[in-house]
């Protein structure tokens, strides 16, 4: 499959980048500890371990936006992503291989993130973990589909943030709910049903993001 | 199209705006029974058709962003950033009538357990962000994309967030706000309707209205560049 090597390459190039620069990763866990640290002094004493779970979900996005401002940098600083578009394969391609590197950071970043969460605040359950694996698919798709609109714009990172949080809000209440609702069947399907919705979005469009 | 509609259709439409945005007024304060909730319920004539008609924008600016990136239609992305323009003013009207109406209803400004309300605010502020990609993009064929991309995310938004919004109330209010209002009467629904065509007109006429001035100021642009 021509398509599926073309996703592989761009994917293992941006690993392979962030392997040698070690640019993106190390700011993300950094920033993903100080954000809990900062939450124990953010909840009064007494405060349930409800609202801690709720700030999780503050940080693990805020997180995420750090990592996608990043995403495009070495593409654009470079003229890299010139020659990308230029290149024989389908445009959809690149979306895809970056979409695939940032979920990885995302989930090393949560590898670290949760059980630092478990040990400050309370105890997570399968539910929770399960919610954030697919917030993080809706995460990495939309972000990065943004993060190439933002890279285009003269606000660059700047602009992130914005168009990516009024997108985001359906995937902190899937997650959140997930992690404190009764009932998390139909939040995790809220989840699935807006990461089959977006994903599909994102990659039928991904090439008039990136040509004129 | 003929000559004689496209130059008489502005006008029509405004005088048809005018007419029932008229007709609409005299029903709703001198037709139109008074319910249990008294004089604040008129209010409901005015913010459930602009709430449609914000929708109707939105989805009409959707749609011709998909025909600006399915068929490279001319013009489809300048009349997709007009209709959601008028969008925009239609959604902040209805979130100042809704706050109106959640003020005598409930007795606060705001109300989160409104998904109507909620949903507004985050559309406001999605479109807003529409605003500010498309003012930091110099104006060209990618300007028009990254615009069109954004807009039709905006319509897959607006289902998945009435679900979201609908859902995170099991959470955030436990108990569910009884609002079984008072089923509408005959007379009711025939002024609700007629304010529901009012202000679709007024829209169209507003957005024709927005696109012929943006047209002439293209031209004007382009005239002045082909005279240097």
Known sequence: M???ADVGALARKDLLLELRARDTLPAMLLFVVSALVVFHFVLPAGSSDLAATGLLWVALLFTALLGLSRAFAAEREQGVIDGLVLAPSDRSAIWLGKALSILAFLALAELIALPAFALFFRHIDGTLIGGVALADVGIAAVGTLLAAMAAASRARELLLPLLFLPLAIPIVVGGVGASVADDPARYLGLLGLYDALFAIICWASFEYVVTE | ??????????????TL?????????ALIFFYAPLDEDGLNQK?????????????????????KALRHLWKGEEGADLESYVAIHLGVI?????????SIWARYRWGHWWVWSEDQLVLFLVLFLFYCAYFMLRFSVPPGPQRANLS????LFGVVLIPVSVLAIRLSERFIHPVAFDKGGPNMAGSQFFTFCVSCAAMFSLAATLYNLELVGKRLDMRLRELREALQ
């Open chain 1, 2 to 4: 021509n398509y599926l």
């Open chain 2, 1 to 14: 199209m003929s000559t004689w509609s496209r130059n008489n259709r502005l006008p029509a439409l405004a």
């Open chain 2, 17 to 25: 705006a005018l007419t029932l945005t008229a007709a609409a007024i």
């Open chain 2, 43 to 63: 209010i409901f004539y005015f913010h459930v058709p602009i709430a449609f008609t914000a929708y109707g924008c939105f989805a009409w600016g959707g749609w």
């Open chain 2, 90 to 98: 239609f959604g902040v009207l209805t979130l100042v009538t809704g």
């Open chain 2, 148 to 151: 069109a991309v954004y807009a």
